[in-house]
């Protein structure tokens, strides 16, 4: 029987445990989280290291000195939400927390270098001249003690100039495009500038922000200046410090897993899990590489029973090393349908686990509803669906908002629980909350849950990996 219910907006924990729905909202009142061992009144002082032009660095001192003082929000596009001004970064602040660049961690890329680039007549040789340019600093900056707590990678316009595909009207530098079965993707030295410097950055232990050269001059053309400024502070604060926020209400027994896959070769493919927790950190399970063959297995990649078991197997571990014993909860989210050897995997892997609950989340459906009798468009947490599917809005009208902070009618999220030992409403709930749990973002909310959101990301700079012998780091911090 079809029903039509309501799930709640989850609360979210900021310092000292205070609860708020709005992240903004909720970081002016009462600062960042920070995680169960940081007082909450503490005042933080981030140590930052640089590596950039003269120019660059120059251009980044203006711009974080801005940051440092008030900056008025502007009213959304489209929409009638207006944001939250952005009340400066310092210790001294609201927000309780400051960025100092730490002198001797300032690595110069020397302005001969912008000029070598320009005499080197092939682009995709300038690229490789521009990363090898930047892992060299990076080794130079292993020699600071102590190190810094975050790496800011302000890129030279010059250089991006230089590097960038002319034709191509985006604020990214790519090599080529990766392409599954292409012979050359077994070659590539990399693909994607800015996801290569973050994997070589993530193995030498360092956790890094680049800034492009629209950004440093506040002219991005999605977004506000007060926005780049909070969604800044924001992801900055959690890679250098801890936790913005966490969840109010997740289920202290509970771990969440997110399955997904990326590129490793011509024909080679990785599994990745997303692992999340009460305690608000977020880890990454790499799976061992597989071949897959497209033209005889098709475009939907899963895995064997055994895959599947090992991945989420290594899930657990990470859950029972943290909390000292194992979850009385799994629940695993993919975006592809679960074959029933994946289903396999999922329940051998969890079979000292009270319940397991496993999610089919595609990213994109062609179902729309609108209310019969108002212009608003369905609230957010609205649910339509019976014991095993629904349609889940994770986005639309927000009233803690007053308006719906989105430009185009909201598209729900089609649920199906290939296995629920707890209830469609459980599942919705975790769902909602987890939408709110990007730390790449200061807004209300993004339409997909962490769990899934985040993972196409991680495996593009997971798959910049494959030639590195190292393991990577499981922090999510090292891969946004």
């Given amino acids: 029987m079809v029903r039509v219910f309501r799930i709640e907006e989850p609360d979210l924990f900021f310092g000292g445990n205070e609860k708020c729905l709005d992240p903004q909202v909720g970081l002016l009142n009462y600062g960042p989280h920070g995680g169960g061992s940081l007082d909450p009144e503490a005042r933080i002082k981030i140590r930052a290291g640089l590596i950039g032009t003269n120019r660059s660095l120059g251009t980044t001192e203006v711009w974080l000195s801005r940051l440092r003082n008030r900056i008025q929000a502007e009213q959304v596009t489209k929409t009638e939400y207006r944001g939250i001004d952005f009340p400066g970064l310092s210790q001294d602040g609201p927000l309780r927390f400051g960025i100092e660049i730490?002198?001797?961690?300032?690595?110069?890329?020397?302005?001969?270098?912008?000029?070598?680039?320009?005499?080197?007549?092939?682009?995709?040789?300038?690229?490789?001249m521009a990363v090898q340019e930047y892992c060299a600093r990076y080794d130079d900056m292993l020699e600071a003690h102590p190190p810094p707590q975050i790496v800011l990678l302000p890129i030279d316009d010059a250089l991006f100039k230089l590097c960038k595909d002319p034709h191509r009207k985006t604020e990214k530098i790519i090599y080529q495009q990766r392409e599954f079965g292409d012979p050359d993707a077994a070659t590539a030295p990399l693909f994607d500038?800015?996801?290569?410097?973050?994997?070589?950055?993530?193995?030498?232990?360092?956790?890094?922000?680049?800034?492009?050269?629209?950004?440093?001059?506040?002219?991005?053309?999605?977004?506000?200046?007060?926005?780049?400024?909070?969604?800044?502070?924001?992801?900055?604060?959690y890679k250098a410090t801890g936790i913005p926020w966490k969840l109010a209400e997740i289920d202290n027994e509970t771990c969440y897993i997110g399955v997904s896959f990326y590129q490793e070769g011509e024909v080679m493919r990785?599994?990745?899990?997303?692992?999340?927790?009460?305690?608000?950190?977020?880890?990454?399970?790499?799976?061992?590489?597989?071949?897959?063959?497209?033209?005889?297995?098709?475009?939907?990649?899963?895995?064997?029973?055994?895959?599947?078991?090992?991945?989420?197997?290594?899930?657990?571990n990470i859950y029972e090393r943290q909390r000292k014993r194992l979850p009385q909860r799994v629940v695993v989210h993919k975006s592809t349908v679960f074959f029933d050897e994946e289903i396999e995997g999922c329940?051998?892997?969890?079979?000292?686990?009270?319940?397991?609950?496993?999610i089919h989340l595609p990213e994109w459906n062609t179902f729309r509803a609108y209310h019969e009798k108002y212009s608003y468009p369905v609230v957010r947490g609205t649910t339509i669906g019976d014991s095993q599917e629904a349609m889940l809005f994770s986005t639309g009208y927000v009233p803690a908002l007053g308006t719906y902070p989105g430009p185009a009618a909201p598209a729900p999220l089609h649920l199906t629980c290939q296995r629920l030992d707890t209830s469609?409403?459980?599942?919705?709930?975790?769902?909602?909350?987890?939408?709110?749990?990007?730390?790449?973002?200061?807004?209300?909310?993004?339409?997909?849950?962490?769990?899934i959101g985040v993972s196409g990301k991680v495996g593009d700079i997971m798959?910049?990996?494959?030639?590195?012998?190292e393991s990577p780091p499981n922090s999510y911090k090292f891969y946004m």
């Fill in 102 to 128: 730490d002198e001797n961690c300032v690595l110069r890329i020397d302005r001969s270098f912008v000029r070598k680039l320009k005499e080197e007549k092939s682009r995709k040789k300038r690229i490789l």
């Fill in 424 to 451: 469609l409403e459980t599942a919705c709930w975790d769902i909602l909350g987890l939408t709110k749990l990007d730390w790449n973002t200061s807004t209300f909310y993004r339409r997909m849950p962490v769990t």
């Fill in 193 to 237: 500038f800015h996801h290569y410097l973050k994997a070589q950055a993530a193995v030498r232990g360092f956790v890094t922000q680049l800034l492009t050269p629209g950004t440093l001059v506040f002219s991005s053309r999605k977004q506000s200046a007060a926005l780049i400024a909070w969604n800044f502070a924001v992801a900055a604060y």
């Fill in 347 to 358: 329940e051998r892997a969890c079979n000292n686990i009270d319940e397991l609950d496993i």
């Fill in 270 to 316: 990785a599994s990745i899990a997303q692992v999340y927790m009460r305690t608000g950190e977020s880890q990454v399970i790499r799976g061992e590489p597989f071949e897959w063959d497209q033209d005889q297995r098709g475009r939907s990649v899963h895995l064997e029973s055994s895959q599947m078991a090992e991945v989420i197997r290594k899930s657990v």
């Fill in 463 to 469: 798959a910049e990996m494959r030639a590195i012998k």
